[in-house]
């Protein structure tokens, strides 16, 4: 079965341009989750997504990110304008349906490398 | 504020050699998971341990959730260069939540 795809790769654009990271879910997986990863900060919770509708947006660093999920198999997250501290990999992971205490299982992509200058 | 602290930052061993890798928090976490990432690709779960005091075994790796649920530890027993890779631990802020917070990170290079 394919895993969590991730779209592009790698990423280079100027500043002020408009970027647009992509992932594709697990298929059957209801959670799905942003994060960003840099060396000085390490892996950062952007926002979260249950069903579809977004849950918790407290990590998005500020009004430039955007992020939707206009159905379970596809999501994007949004820069517009983007700055060269955005600079990052991108990561998107999903998880299965969540019952009771179980703790989430998290499928992460292979990550968006995004460079900004 | 990073709430989990990793140690060692760096390590680098032989072949066949032991060694412990530690997360520590001054706070309560519901449930500690531990990951691998190699260059390139993204996490991937280890292990998830949730009771205060477990120890789970995976093959050559045992992690240990620590009594009172604010740290953890994995250890890895002779050590081989396909262990090599960074190494996260990630704890739950709240019972039955999404919100996983990372730790700083280890990475480890298994020299053969």
């Known amino acids: 079965d394919a895993g969590v795809i991730q779209s592009p790769r790698h990423e280079v654009t100027e500043m002020g341009q408009e970027v647009t990271l992509r992932c594709k879910p697990i298929?059957?997986?209801?959670?799905l989750f942003w994060y960003r990863q840099t060396m000085m900060r390490g892996l950062e919770l952007l926002i979260y997504f249950n069903n579809n509708v977004p849950i918790d947006d407290s990590g998005m660093p500020e009004d430039r990110f955007s992020a939707k999920m206009p159905n379970a198999s596809f999501s994007t997250l949004k820069i517009q304008p983007s700055e060269p501290r955005d600079s990052a990999v991108y990561f998107c992971?999903?998880?299965?349906?969540?019952?009771?205490?179980?703790?989430?299982?998290?499928?992460f992509g292979p990550g968006t490398r995004l460079t900004v200058t | 504020t990073q709430l989990l602290e990793q140690s060692p930052q760096f390590l680098s061993i032989q072949e066949g050699e032991n060694l412990t890798v530690y997360c520590n928090s001054s706070s309560v976490f519901s449930s500690l998971q531990w990951y691998r990432q190699e260059p390139g690709e993204g996490p991937v779960l280890l292990v998830t341990?949730?009771?205060?005091?477990e120890v789970k075994k995976l093959k050559r790796l045992t992690f240990q959730f620590g009594d009172a649920r604010k740290d953890s530890s994995l250890h890895i027993t002779a050590a081989q260069p396909g262990d090599t890779g960074l190494y996260l631990c990630?704890?739950?802020?709240?019972?039955?939540?999404?919100?996983?917070?990372f730790g700083t990170g280890t990475r480890l290079k298994v020299l053969a």
């Open positions: 298929s059957g997986h209801n959670s």
């Open positions: 341990v949730v009771t205060g005091g």
């Open positions: 990630a704890g739950e802020m709240g019972a039955g939540t999404y919100k996983y917070i």
């Open positions: 992971a999903s998880s299965p349906r969540h019952t009771g205490r179980n703790p989430y299982e998290q499928y």
